[in-house]
C-alpha cells in the first residue's frame, strides 16, 4: 500500500500564493505518475495537475501558467501563483502504479481564496 499526506492548505487572498505537498510512504516503490485533483463545493473532481516519472507535466486548462507541480522521488508540490476565487476547493494528492487497481489517495486539503 501506499499512502499519502498533504499538507500547505488554508485561507490566501485573490492573488496570492500557497504551496502545497504531498508525502508518499509506504510501497513508493509502486509509484509511476502522481497528479493534484481538487474538487470544489457541488462539482466533481478534476485534474489540476500531472507528473509521470520522467516529470513531464501536464496541467488543467484553469491553472495553466498559474500553478507548477514537481516531484521529488515519490513526493510531490504544487506551486499556486495568482491565486483565483475559482480556485477555492478541496485538493487531493494522488498517485498511480503500473496496474489499474494501484490508485492512491491523500485525505485532501482545504484551498479557500477569499477576501
Known amino acids: 500500500q501506499v499512502q499519502l499526506v498533504e499538507s500547505g492548505g488554508g485561507v490566501v487572498q485573490p492573488g496570492g500564493s500557497l504551496r502545497l505537498s504531498c508525502v508518499g510512504s509506504?510501497?513508493?516503490?509502486?509509484?509511476?505518475?502522481m497528479a493534484w485533483y481538487r474538487q470544489a463545493s457541488g462539482k466533481e473532481r478534476e485534474l489540476v495537475a500531472h507528473?509521470?516519472?520522467?516529470?513531464r507535466t501536464k496541467y488543467g486548462d484553469s491553472v495553466k501558467g498559474r500553478f507548477t507541480i514537481s516531484r521529488d522521488n515519490a513526493n510531490v508540490y504544487l506551486q499556486m501563483d495568482s491565486l483565483k476565487f475559482e480556485d477555492t476547493a478541496v485538493y487531493y494528492c494522488?498517485?498511480?502504479?503500473?496496474?489499474?487497481?494501484?490508485?492512491?489517495w491523500g485525505q485532501g486539503t482545504q484551498v479557500t481564496v477569499s477576501s
Open positions: 494522488n498517485a498511480r502504479g503500473d496496474y489499474v487497481w494501484e490508485v492512491y
Open positions: 507528473i509521470d516519472l520522467r516529470k
Open positions: 509506504g510501497d513508493t516503490f509502486k509509484i509511476t505518475a
